[in-house]
């Protein structure tokens, strides 16, 4: 194990993408041949996107719906790829393979339109602020122990220390 995006980021986004690329795909998911809701135990969007109402067009419902599908789809993936950066021993590592993971997820919404769409900006901004603290993370991990070393008290004859 080494880091780097886990399969099961790359074919959740793979699908993701597919799905999203279809227009009625809400419509499709999310309602019935009668025009009324399939799934109504759904959550509401507000819940899961705090802040301003979400703009929908044409069917609000479904389209809210999936929002709140893609978005619980997302936040399990992440869950998971937490549980599996504890399987590393390295604490550096796991802290890179967080990083490159949610880097990847947020990068992925943010060149994907429609899933952005359904996010919104909001989404984005909290993702690449944890790919930043990820990244600082493993930043501490690896370098201060370095930086901290080359702080210390030099030897009292600098002299004799060649260059």
Do not use: C
Request: no cysteine; proline share 6%.
């Amino acid at each position: 194990m080494d880091g780097t995006i886990h399969p099961l980021t790359a074919q959740v986004l793979s699908y993701m993408k597919r799905l999203l690329s279809y227009e009625n795909a809400a419509d499709v998911m999310y309602r019935s041949s009668s025009g009324s809701q399939v799934h109504s135990e759904q959550p509401d969007p507000q819940d899961i996107f705090p802040g301003p109402p979400m703009r929908t067009t044409g069917s609000g419902e479904a389209k809210s719906a999936l929002s709140a599908g893609v978005a619980r789809l997302l936040m399990q993936l992440l869950d998971n790829l937490e549980v599996k950066s504890r399987a590393y021993k390295n604490d550096a590592i796991a802290a890179l393979f967080l990083m490159n993971n949610v880097h990847y997820v947020q990068w992925s919404v943010e060149n994907t339109p429609a899933a952005l769409k359904l996010l919104g900006e909001e989404w984005l901004e909290r993702h690449k602020d944890a790919v930043e603290d990820w990244g600082a993370k493993y930043h501490d991990i690896t370098w201060m122990p370095l930086v901290n070393m080359l702080k210390a008290d030099p030897p009292g004859d600098i002299s004799r220390v060649k260059v």
